[in-house]
């Protein structure tokens, strides 16, 4: 995931946090171990995990799934808002950053809220589809493999309730998907996913100009 895409001027960025962003001292505390990772461009903004927490709490939000946990800021930040009878389902592949997560919720006192699932993004929703979790799920953040984001997408749409909410990471793709000659298999992906969705009569959508850019996603009754 990047989140240093310059879509507003660093002082602007500045100011929107000093003046909007909430952090409780566990949050900063993750993003300090998070930003001391080599892959720490992959973590979340924390403003975009503030408006992550926000989603949770305007949709009421109980079941949330989250594809891509990495150390945890999103799920965290989720977590948080949560009321104590929520739960979020997240998966990832890699334990050392995983258990850098699990350590802060930890922490957070959320732990009781997460259920972990370590192995490919895919695997876990056929997984929880074999399950019988279709129209389960109130929210989902969908951040894995940008490769695999359209078979994410249709999975997820299946897993989601009716008039449920689905967060897309990434769907600028750093500027990528403007780029002619890029075609690597995540940017052709990604711009396959945002043409799809736009036609998509299955659901109501806005991107935003969020951090790398996110499209909000909502499931019609």
């Not at 989140?3 to 946090?17: G, Q």
């Not at 008039?163 to 990528?176: A, M, P």
Request: charge should be neutral.
């Amino acid at each position: 995931m990047l989140n240093r895409m310059p879509i507003i001027s660093a002082s602007l960025l500045r100011y929107l946090r000093k003046t909007s962003l909430r952090e409780t001292h566990i949050q900063n505390e993750l993003r300090q171990v998070t930003d001391k990772l080599p892959e720490s461009g992959w973590e979340v903004s924390p403003e975009q995990g503030q408006f992550l927490a926000l989603l949770v709490q305007i949709t009421g939000a109980k079941n949330i799934l989250e594809l891509g946990t990495f150390t945890g800021n999103s799920s965290l930040a989720m977590g948080l808002a949560l009321p104590i009878d929520g739960q979020i389902v997240t998966c990832d592949m890699e334990p050392n950053y995983t258990n850098i997560a699990r350590e802060h919720w930890i922490k957070a006192g959320i732990d009781k809220k997460i259920e972990l699932r370590l192995g490919p993004a895919m695997s876990t929703l056929d997984d929880l589809i074999k399950e019988g979790t279709e129209d389960h799920f109130d929210m989902a953040f969908i951040d894995a493999n940008k490769k695999d984001y359209d078979q994410y997408y249709e999975r997820v749409l299946t897993l989601i309730r009716p008039g449920g909410l689905i967060v897309i990471d990434n769907v600028f793709w750093g500027g990528r998907v403007l780029d002619k000659d890029n075609n690597d298999k995540s940017t052709r992906s990604i711009r396959k996913l945002n043409k799809k969705i736009l036609l998509d009569q299955r659901v109501s959508l806005s991107m935003l100009p969020f951090n790398d850019g996110v499209t909000l996603v909502w499931k019609r009754p």
